[in-house]
């Protein structure tokens, strides 16, 4: 009968060991996603902010040329 018991225990405490393992394996796998998912809108934002950083000094770049090409030309007409 003690030995039947101490099985019944250890098998017990085995299903309760395999819940906890899958449990904490599906835990660490939404973890793993959800630092993958932050680092990609991370990326993504710190990419948007150069483009846009990029676009402004091409901008502004192009005033600036546009600026002198009249002056130059209203220079060449007088």
Do not use: P
């Amino acid at each position: 009968m003690r030995m039947r018991q101490s099985i019944s225990q250890f098998e017990t405490a085995f299903e309760q060991e395999t819940y906890l393992e899958r449990r904490r394996r599906e835990q660490l796998r939404r973890r793993a996603a959800n630092r993958s998912r932050a680092r990609k809108i991370n990326r993504v934002e710190q990419e948007g902010k150069v483009r846009f950083s990029v676009l402004a000094v091409c901008l502004t770049v192009t005033v600036v040329v546009v600026v002198v090409m009249f002056e130059a030309l209203a220079f060449l007409m007088a």
